[in-house]
């Protein structure tokens, strides 16, 4: 069965570092790649995803994340972290054909930054 | 409204009970999906509805779970004989179509005591 895997459950990090979340899926086909931010007390939002094309995409607030396809990946980084970047952060992940809009979830990465 | 709509925002019930929630989609959004998100868990996938077709209910996880749209637009998910195990954040989200990106509403919150 499809699956995404967040290896980091929870970061801390002091402001200015750079950030890295990893997130990895199992998956061969096709498929649509979503990260997702929910702040304290919001809802989710999306931070940004590839569906096809250049392999690095930009999303909000500075965030980036590259899409490698022979490691099944599509980590989030962000070169300095703000204390405003505290949040939960979720992979996602879709099939990019047919007709099915399920998004599976990994299991998210609480992040915390210290100011 | 601009974004997706979700009531109530919190529930308490009683096990046993039955409970009903409600999802307000974006306007023009076809595609239609529940999750659910339990204390300390990722987003799990309860059902999915795209336009006319039949649902995807394959992420229901017992037959106390129900959810049905009405016109195309609203839907209702229904939880009946409530257990403490079900208590979670039920978030609800729509997206154009099942292509495009799927925007959440802020979730109903449900604790069955």
């Known amino acids: 069965a499809q699956s995404v895997s967040q290896h980091n459950h929870h970061v801390i990090l002091s402001e200015a570092a750079s950030l890295e979340l990893g997130c990895n899926y199992s998956?061969?086909?096709?498929?649509?790649l979503f990260w997702y931010v929910q702040y304290p007390g919001q809802h989710l939002q999306l931070l940004l995803k590839y569906f096809s094309g250049d392999p690095l995409v930009k999303g909000i607030k500075g965030f980036e994340a590259e899409f490698i396809k022979s490691k099944f990946s599509f980590n989030l980084r962000k070169p300095s972290v703000q204390w405003s970047d505290t949040a939960e952060y979720f992979c996602a992940v879709k099939h990019g054909s047919g007709n099915t809009g399920k998004l599976i979830f990994g299991q998210g990465t609480t992040l915390q930054v210290k100011p | 409204g601009a974004g997706v709509s979700q009531s109530p925002s919190n529930k308490v019930t009683e096990k046993g009970k039955d409970v009903e929630l409600r999802c307000d989609p974006i306007?023009?959004?076809?595609?239609l999906y529940w999750y659910r998100q339990s204390l300390g868990q990722g987003l799990e996938f309860l059902i999915y509805f795209q336009g006319n077709s039949a649902p995807d209910k394959s992420g229901l996880p017992s037959d106390r779970f129900s959810a049905e749209r009405t016109g195309g637009s609203v839907s209702t998910l229904t939880i009946q004989r409530t257990q403490q195990e079900d208590s979670a954040v039920y978030l609800c989200a729509s997206s154009f179509n099942s292509g495009n990106t799927i925007y959440f509403g802020e979730g109903s919150w449900l604790t069955v005591v």
């Open positions: 306007s023009g959004h076809t595609a």
């Open positions: 998956y061969g086909g096709t498929v649509n």
